[in-house]
């Protein structure tokens, strides 16, 4: 049976110390791990989660011990050949925490190592930390007031005592912090780090993207200067190297960062919060997929710290926890210091094409930009057009096909002349009319951020337009520069992506305009009118943030969309209450669980032949083991079918209790594992 962490000879003769080293060798090993003989000089020096050298191969490798144990003494094994640091680099929690990545997520033990510790961390290369782009950020709270400047309001205050009584108990409880727009959330979260480390403890405070929230980061270095270790994707090898072995040390009581933090060395752990918990961003993308929510939610288990998850949107499957005991709720429905929430407009853009007016920017809009510029007050234009996201819709009846199993929109597939859903694989022929009209007005839908910056420049040309998209982030600065630009009132309209959704606290713009509400709606993703609602109710909560007068403009050609439609009034139970139906009547989270098996090869027949044999096997292994409530959907082409000269066909394992798989799911070359798909 496994050993505690400090190995120490067997008692029995016939026994021998052995290690489990997670080696550091792309191996494809499901469990990553191999056995390995402790000599006798190291025998009780070893640890668990020590790096050592080992023989691999033919070749010599670095690793680090997962586990200790014993075996019988005649099993031949080859020895550790010696301790690379004097000291564990990775403490028993994280080394623990990577077996349960591992496992949840279907992935080998080395690779959840390789995310957790930094490559210079590997490489044994120490350096100090350049502070030049954590000075910016932090500088961001510039006239700020911190948190003790501010005297909590009755709402925020009774959240602040109620998650203090659970951080006095050392017990690992979950809070589902739901509050509006600019209703003081982070004032909690400031008053309650304060507590925490008054007694001692640590914090981390996850964000979707540092340079997205340079204000929420700075209102952190601003109340605990030089208490901050700040994570970010701008920092070199060798600096998060430095930062990381800062936190291991204990030199840094908080750290913030994005998901990639959730794996901090933080040995006196006792608050996580997750701010904007529902963002995609916190999913991981690339091997190991996790999402970094549920991997808090192990490590406050684990560690009997207090997790914050933080939302004006909340997630549906976290709201719907909290209402079924498995969080505590919090409300906070107001907005700070009595401010109200901005008037939203829904603008019908199809009577807007029906008085030909073709401007992408309504005319409503427009009016109301013109007003704001008159006044020396700010807009923001959002506009999201999330990757390849196509559909087609018809501009006189504004209706969107759907695929008639899965509530979700079929994409257009070009070469095939046929609209297809990525859930299930049905399809049908592209329509030359609209089937609910009969219109001949139907076309894939989309405009990019250049064409509206272009078109508010023709229409206002003296206005002062920036932009903030994926192509002007060319630069670790490039968001900070175009935030101080707005903050200073060096600009007069915001054009951007999800960029601007979030985050940020301008008190001069008092007209947001979303250019199309559509594009995020009819996404070929169950989560689709989830993540329209929430960025709908995120960007209107850019506006009113100050003392003036503020107006929202909703664009859309489907107006009574329920996502749409709850946006409007603010209205988070109501959409809730729908969205809970819709799932609930196709199984989706959170009345059951997904897994997308991907498979990809740069022969088209072969890839589609693999993934239909995993469907035929996934078949038969459910019906042998009788897990009725398991459903194979698939194979269907993936939503980009064709990247980097593969073909690719997904495998969607629909059900409850999708782990009763376990080592049955498809694996081996070519072949990837999205659990909990986002």
């Known amino acids: 049976m496994l050993s505690m962490p400090l190995v120490t000879a067997p008692a029995d003769p016939g026994l021998r110390s052995v290690a489990h080293v997670a080696v550091e060798a792309r191996v494809g090993s499901v469990s990553g791990l191999f056995d390995y003989a402790v000599p006798d000089d190291l025998t009780g020096v070893i640890e668990v989660g020590h790096r050592v050298r080992v023989p691999f191969g033919k070749r010599t490798v670095t690793g680090f011990v997962y586990a200790l144990d014993t075996a019988p003494a005649v099993l031949e094994l080859k020895p550790i050949e010696a301790l690379v640091d004097a000291e564990p680099v990775l403490p028993p929690v994280l080394i623990e925490l990577a077996g349960f990545v591992a496992a949840h997520y279907a992935v080998p033990l080395d690779e959840v190592i390789r995310a957790i510790v930094p490559p210079r961390v590997r490489a044994v290369v120490r350096r100090t930390v350049k502070r030049r782009r954590q000075s910016r950020i932090l500088r961001q709270a510039t006239g700020v007031p911190t948190a003790s400047d501010i005297q909590l309001e009755p709402a925020q205050q009774a959240a602040k005592e109620r998650i203090a009584v659970a951080l006095g108990r050392h017990e690992g409880q979950v809070f589902l912090m739901h509050g509006v727009t600019a209703s003081g959330k982070t004032e909690v979260y400031l008053a309650l780090l304060a507590e925490v480390l008054a007694a001692g403890g640590q914090g981390l405070v996850l964000v979707p993207e540092i340079a997205l929230t340079p204000q929420t980061v700075g209102r952190f270095g601003a109340r605990f200067p030089g208490r901050l270790a700040v994570l970010h994707s701008s920092l070199t090898d060798a600096e998060r190297a430095a930062e990381w072995w800062r936190i291991r040390r204990g030199e840094a009581d908080i750290v913030v960062g994005p998901r990639a933090a959730v794996f901090a060395p933080l040995p006196r752990l006792r608050l996580i919060v997750i701010d904007e918990e529902e963002s995609s961003a916190f999913k991981q993308e690339r091997i190991p997929r996790y999402h970094a929510p549920t991997v808090a939610r192990w490590l406050a288990h684990r560690t009997q710290s207090v997790l914050i998850l933080g939302s004006a949107t909340p997630s549906v499957v976290a709201y719907a926890a909290a209402l079924s005991g498995r969080a505590h709720l919090l409300e906070l429905p107001h907005r700070a210091q009595g401010r109200p929430l901005p008037p939203v407009t829904v603008v019908d853009m199809r009577k807007e094409i029906a008085t030909r007016h073709f401007s992408p920017l309504s005319q409503e809009l427009q009016a109301a930009m013109a007003g704001s510029l008159e006044r020396r007050e700010q807009s923001i234009l959002f506009l999201n057009r999330r990757g390849l996201a196509t559909f087609v819709l018809c501009r006189d009846c504004g209706q969107v096909r759907e695929c008639a199993h899965c509530s979700v929109a079929l994409v257009h597939h070009a070469a095939l002349g046929r609209l297809q859903c990525h859930y299930c694989g049905s399809s049908e022929p592209l329509p030359r009319r609209c089937p609910a009209c009969g219109s001949r007005f139907i076309k894939s839908f989309g405009v990019g951020t250049e064409r509206i910056e272009q078109e508010v420049r023709s229409l206002f040309p003296f206005s002062r337009v920036v932009r903030l998209d994926r192509d002007v982030m060319k630069t670790p600065d490039a968001a900070d520069l175009v935030f101080d630009q707005m903050l200073s009132g060096d600009a007069d309209v915001l054009v951007g992506t999800q960029m601007v959704a979030k985050g940020l606290d301008l008190p001069r713009v008092t007209t947001v305009g979303v250019v199309n509400a559509d594009t995020s709606l009819h996404f070929p993703d169950y989560r689709s009118s989830e993540r329209t609602?929430?960025?709908?109710?995120?960007?209107?909560?850019?506006?009113?943030?100050?003392?003036?007068?503020?107006?929202?403009?909703?664009?859309?050609?489907?107006?009574?969309?329920?996502?749409?439609?709850?946006?409007?009034?603010?209205?988070?139970?109501?959409?809730?209450?729908?969205?809970?139906?819709?799932?609930?009547?196709?199984?989706?989270?959170?009345f059951g669980e997904l897994i997308v098996a991907t498979y990809g090869h740069r022969d088209e027949a072969r890839a589609e032949r693999e993934a239909r044999s995993a469907v035929e096997q996934l078949s038969a292994t459910i019906g042998l083991l009788n897990l009725g409530d398991i459903e194979v959907l698939g194979p269907s082409p993936a939503f980009v079918y064709r990247l980097k000269d593969e073909f690719r066909f997904e495998v969607t394992l629909k059900g409850t209790d999708l782990q009763r798989l376990g080592e049955r799911l498809p694996r081996g070359r070519g072949w990837s594992l999205d659990v909990d798909p986002m």
Request: glycine share 10%.
């Open 533 to 590: 609602f929430s960025l709908l109710t995120q960007v209107a909560g850019r506006a009113g943030r100050g003392t003036r007068a503020s107006g929202v403009f909703i664009q859309t050609y489907t107006p009574d969309h329920p996502a749409i439609r709850h946006a409007q009034h603010h209205d988070y139970r109501g959409f809730y209450r729908e969205e809970l139906e819709v799932r609930r009547n196709y199984g989706f989270p959170p």
